[in-house]
């Protein structure tokens, strides 16, 4: 009498280990699959919040454009009109890819007694200091400034915005080099809302690749659009371009 076998073979082994091999893969790709959605999501977000940043930073800063505290630069006396940097007629222009923004700093002083201030103490690149109630008195200089009793001292930063590589840069009153704000930018396009006349509070037609110096007090609005991608990401296919765009009107234009 023969005696009976017992256990698995060889084949059934081979096939129990097959299965448990596919189960496995399957886990890791689940892992691999989540694990890649993570690091997209998170890529986004970055993103997301870079745009938010630089937007709103070169928002803020448009939408004070021609805000002189208690002046208004285009009617003052010819004579002191004279007197102001010829720059300040253009306080936006786009050339070369470089954004310049001429703008006033919104903390103004106002002083009681007579001291000395210079525009870099403020950070500035000029200093305007009146009293808002005598336009012949009005100073401005990008030196030291003597700032009498009942002054209102203002003061006028020029900031420039670049697209720089794969970042977009920024410098401060002409001086000095351009930093850094934020990386992953592919792209910086800008257009311009004009109105019919200097005068003309609204936009009208379509908005405008680039503009004459001549024709810079016609702007009432702008619109920047931004594309922005993961290096990292892109370079495998999983992250594509992201596009931001941002209208922002010049409040002081429109009123």
Request: aromatic letters at 6%.
């Amino acid at each position: 009498m023969s005696r009976r076998i017992r256990g698995f073979s060889l084949v059934e082994l081979l096939i129990a280990l097959a299965l448990g091999l596919i189960l496995v893969l399957g886990v890791v790709q689940v892992f691999l699959a989540t694990k890649q959605s993570f690091v997209i999501q998170r890529s986004a977000a970055s993103l997301q919040e870079n745009a938010r940043f630089i937007l709103s930073r070169i928002a803020q800063e448009l939408r004070m454009v021609n805000m002189y505290g208690c002046l208004d630069l285009g009617r003052l006396p010819q004579n002191i009109r004279n007197e102001i940097p010829v720059v300040f007629a253009t306080p936006i222009s786009f050339a070369s890819g470089t954004l310049t923004i001429i703008v006033a700093d919104p903390n103004a002083e106002r002083f009681s007694s007579t001291v000395t201030r210079s525009a870099s103490d403020y950070g500035a690149k000029w200093l305007i200091a009146t009293d808002c109630r005598d336009t012949s008195d009005l100073r401005i200089t990008e030196a030291d400034l003597q700032v009498r009793p009942g002054d209102l001292v203002i003061p006028i930063r020029q900031v420039e915005y670049r697209l720089q590589g794969n970042a977009i840069q920024a410098r401060s009153n002409g001086a000095g080099n351009f930093e850094t704000l934020v990386d992953g930018v592919q792209t910086m396009n800008l257009a311009f809302g004009l109105a019919d006349s200097a005068g003309a509070p609204v936009v009208v037609g379509n908005y405008a690749a680039n503009v004459a110096a001549a024709h810079s007090d016609r702007i009432r609005s702008i619109r920047l659009a931004l594309s922005f991608s993961d290096v990292g990401s892109g370079s495998q296919g999983a992250m594509r371009v992201q596009q931001y765009t941002l209208v922002a009107a010049l409040r002081n234009r429109m009123n």
